[in-house]
C-alpha cells in the first residue's frame, strides 16, 4: 500500500518561480527522503530529514517536516528548466524498505 | 566511482517467455532492492537483500518472479512466464549499512512484453 501521497500530481511553473510539493504518510516514520527522477528512469536522492528535525535546507532545496500532520512538504526556490522532473517523497519505518509515493510531475518553463 | 549499473537497459520479450534483469550495485553496498516502476505511477518494492539475512521478498507480485544475490554483490531478477502486466521499469538501488537512508539507483530496465 502507498504510504507516501504527494500533492499536488503535477505542477507548471515558470523559470524562476518556487514550486512547492506536498508529502503526506500514513504511519510513525524513522526518516523522510525525496528523490527526483528524469525521464522515468534511475531516482536520484535529494535530501533526507529525520523524525526529530523540523527543517533542513540544501542548496535552493528546503524540506520541512510536521511529525504531528504527517506531512512534509519540499520547496525549490529561484526554479530552474532543469528541476523539471518527477519528485517522489519516500518514507522509512522501523526496518521495512522506503515506501515511495506516486510523485509530483514538476514542469518549469523557461 | 562507479554507480549502480544494471542490464539491459531495455528488454522486448514475448508473453511467456522468462526473462533476466542484472544489477551491479556499487561496491562495498551491503543493501541491494528491487523496484518495479508502471508508466506514470510510484516504486513498488519488490525484494530486498541485506548483507547475509534471508531477502525480504514481500513485494514479489507472485511466484513467477524470484531474484538472488550471488556474493553480496551482483543481483539476477527473474521473471518466468512473463504476462503483459509485467511491462514495466524495473529498477535496483544498493545502500551502506543497515539503516534505510539514502539509496543509490540505478538507470533501469525498461521491460516490454508482448
Known amino acids: 500500500s502507498q504510504q507516501g501521497e504527494e500533492d499536488p500530481q503535477a505542477l507548471s511553473i515558470q523559470e524562476g518561480e518556487n514550486a512547492t510539493m506536498n508529502c503526506s504518510y500514513k504511519?510513525?516514520?524513522?526518516?523522510l527522503q525525496w528523490y527526483r527522477q528524469n525521464s522515468g528512469r534511475g531516482l536520484v536522492h535529494l535530501i533526507l530529514?529525520?523524525?526529530?528535525?523540523r527543517e533542513k535546507h540544501s542548496g535552493r532545496l528546503r524540506v520541512t517536516l510536521d511529525t504531528s500532520k504527517k506531512s512534509s512538504s519540499l520547496l525549490i526556490t529561484a526554479s530552474r528548466a532543469a528541476d523539471t522532473a518527477s519528485y517522489f517523497c519516500?518514507?522509512?519505518?522501523?526496518?521495512?524498505?522506503?515506501?515511495f509515493g506516486k510523485g509530483t510531475r514538476l514542469s518549469v518553463i523557461a | 566511482g562507479a554507480g549502480v549499473s544494471q542490464s539491459p537497459s531495455n528488454k522486448v520479450t514475448e508473453k511467456g517467455k522468462d526473462v533476466e534483469l542484472r544489477c551491479d550495485p556499487i561496491?562495498?553496498?551491503?543493501?541491494l532492492y528491487w523496484y518495479r516502476q508502471s508508466l506514470g505511477q510510484g516504486l513498488e518494492f519488490l525484494i530486498y537483500?541485506?548483507?547475509?539475512?534471508?531477502?525480504?521478498k514481500s513485494g514479489l507480485p507472485s511466484d513467477r518472479f524470484s531474484a538472488e544475490r550471488t556474493g553480496g554483490s551482483v543481483s539476477t531478477l527473474t521473471i518466468q512466464r512473463t504476462q503483459q502486466e509485467d511491462s514495466a521499469v524495473y529498477l535496483c538501488?544498493?545502500?551502506?549499512?543497515?539503516?534505510?537512508?539514502?539509496?543509490?539507483f540505478g538507470p533501469g530496465t525498461r521491460l516490454t512484453v508482448l
Open positions: 504511519t510513525s516514520i524513522n526518516n
Open positions: 537483500f541485506q548483507g547475509n539475512s534471508a531477502p525480504d
Open positions: 538501488a544498493s545502500r551502506v549499512g543497515t539503516d534505510h537512508n539514502e539509496q543509490f
Open positions: 561496491s562495498g553496498h551491503t543493501a
Open positions: 530529514i529525520r523524525s526529530n528535525e
Open positions: 519516500a518514507t522509512a519505518t522501523g526496518n521495512t524498505p522506503l515506501v
